[in-house]
């Protein structure tokens, strides 16, 4: 146990030392700008951001309809240019974009200029691509490979030391089946980030802009785990060998899940990288002990019961971390806690719940009911004990499922990003259905001008009908301040005066009609000063 225990703080203080970002990149400036009218047409595009980004896709759709893909473009630091194919065309353009931020998140938006006086944009479909189904499903069978293979050799060295034909049949297929799963998130997650087309990523550039950040480190060390968990298992190695190339693959794994995500680019990181690394930890040790001891127990049961003994007190600590670490990251993704049901990440948080509480239910019957009587040689108990392993094994398939649907639905907190900027406050928000990048100039009492861009959550420009915004005060003393946005682009509006009569942290809410049946709100907090 002690030993375990200094493996664990030796993985947090490696993870505290894996570099990540702290929020999502924001546009803010265009030159053209959004909504400028020119008399000549650009040669290229520039887009600064408020954190230095790498450029994924680029697309034009020109004023005669053709949509062309932009190759070529060039980040410096929070600065991207851009090539643009526009020699000789008038009317309107728009020029849509999708970057990646630092954590490896995508950002994506757009921006409408007119060339040689009036026009409206073409008529077009500029959606981008989407592969989300295959990237949810390989994400899964990678978790749950994962924490199989790598569980697994963890397990047996250091709670179980005796090996089974079973233990390397799970450990190979895992591993394997991780590392093909793997393969199959890179691929679909390279569609789902730049909005490509399968067919248009062969021989395309985007690979290495893909694997340039957080996401790359993150499967390098994914892969680096499944291997070495490979090689555990195939039951070849010494005792102190296993033990410490099982403490290393399980590392990996931890330093992995650190590298890339919502959770990893939260703050204050002091806290949250931590709260990763012991998360993943016990939920290795619980999850990747399931199979090794239901072989032991059928197999052999008075070696299983062996097993459990030793197992009692170190499942005991994980699940105690487990709870710990995953309140501290609940607490700070959430923000408040209205955002548990009336999120889409609250609600897959509720979804999880709803399946680890049954677990835990199940856990404690097997501890504290079944665990004597598989001791001193109770067929019964031993029957029950495997049923209720084997039912822990399923939801434990069913949960991480559950969280790989976190992948689409951003926490609350962290869309609260602000940047100053020249023009003012620029800030992000987030809400069920939408998101929306918003400037506040200024943001001081008197007379300010909201601009807003209404995005999808997958970073797309949502065309909305009507987009209001509502002001409500700190002090809860004044009716909410709600203006009608006028309507620059589908996805650009502004209101054009709003009078901020008290200073403080003022709640912003954006009501976006999405059509005459739907409608989405976003919201966040801004300061605003004298």
């Known amino acids: 146990m002690i030993r375990l225990l200094r493996l664990g703080i030796l993985a947090v203080l490696l993870c505290l030392w894996v570099g990540v970002a702290q929020a999502h990149a924001i546009l803010e400036t265009a030159e053209p700008a959004d909504g400028a009218a020119l008399t000549a047409p650009p040669a290229r595009a520039m887009l600064r951001f408020s954190e230095p980004v790498t450029p994924l896709a680029f697309r034009l759709l020109r004023p005669d309809g053709e949509i062309v893909r932009l190759p070529g473009a060039r980040a410096d630091g929070a600065t991207v240019q851009v090539p643009l194919a526009l020699e000789g065309a008038t009317g309107t353009a728009i020029l849509n974009w999708r970057v990646a931020s630092s954590d490896g998140h995508p950002v994506g938006g757009s921006v409408t200029f007119t060339v040689g006086g009036g026009g409206t944009a073409p008529a077009q479909d500029l959606a981008w691509s989407t592969y989300r189904a295959p990237g949810w499903a390989a994400r899964v069978i990678l978790m749950v490979a994962l924490f199989a293979s790598v569980g697994a050799a963890l397990f047996r060295p250091w709670v179980f030391a005796a090996r089974r034909r079973g233990d390397v049949r799970v450990s190979v297929g895992a591993g394997g089946l991780g590392l093909l799963s793997l393969a199959g998130l890179v691929y679909a997650q390279a569609v789902d980030v730049t909005g490509l087309g399968p067919s ?7 690979w290495s802009a893909l694997l340039a950040n957080g996401f790359g480190l993150a499967v390098g060390l994914i892969a680096c785990a499944l291997i070495l968990a490979l090689i555990c298992g195939s039951g070849r190695l010494g005792a102190r060998a296993a033990r410490w190339l099982s403490a290393a693959a399980a590392a990996a ?3 992995g899940f650190v590298a890339y995500g919502h959770a990893s680019a939260a ?9 990763i690394a012991l998360h993943i930890a016990a939920v290795l040790f619980w999850l990747g002990s399931f199979a090794p001891l239901l072989n032991a127990l059928r197999s052999s049961p008075a070696e299983g019961a062996g097993a459990l003994a030793r197992y009692s007190l170190p499942i005991l600590v994980s699940s105690a971390l487990l709870l710990l670490s995953g309140a501290a990251m609940a607490w700070v993704q959430l923000g408040a806690p209205a955002e548990l049901w009336s999120s889409a990440y609250g609600v897959v948080l509720l979804a999880k719940l709803a399946l680890v ?3 835990f239910a199940l856990g404690a019957l097997n501890r504290f009911a079944l665990t004597n009587g598989v001791a001193v040689g109770d067929p ?4 029950r004990l495997r049923r209720t392993i084997a039912a822990e094994m399923l939801l434990g398939v069913l949960t991480l499922g559950v969280v790989g649907l976190w992948r689409f639905t951003p926490p609350p907190r962290s869309m609260e990003a602000v940047t100053v900027t020249v023009n003012g406050l620029q800030f992000h928000a987030h809400g069920v259905r939408a998101m929306a990048n918003l400037v506040l100039s200024p943001a001081r009492v008197g007379r300010s001008k909201v601009t807003v861009s209404v995005l999808n959550v997958d970073a797309t420009p949502l065309a909305a009908k009507e987009v209001t915004v509502v002001l409500l005060d700190p002090l809860g003393q004044l009716e909410p301040i709600r203006r009608p946005a006028r309507k620059l682009t589908d996805a650009s509006w502004v209101v054009d005066e709003v009078t901020i009569p008290l200073p403080g942290r003022w709640t912003v809410r954006v009501d976006v009609l999405i059509s005459d ?4 709100t976003v919201r966040t907090g801004v300061n605003v000063v004298r």
């Open 200 to 206: 248009e990523l062969r021989g395309s550039d985007v």
């Open 253 to 255: 794994t931890i330093a």
């Open 380 to 383: 019964r108990a031993l029957r």
């Open 357 to 359: 509480a049954p677990m």
């Open 267 to 275: 703050e204050p990181a002091w806290l949250m990288r931590p709260a």
């Open 517 to 520: 049946f739907e409608q989405a």
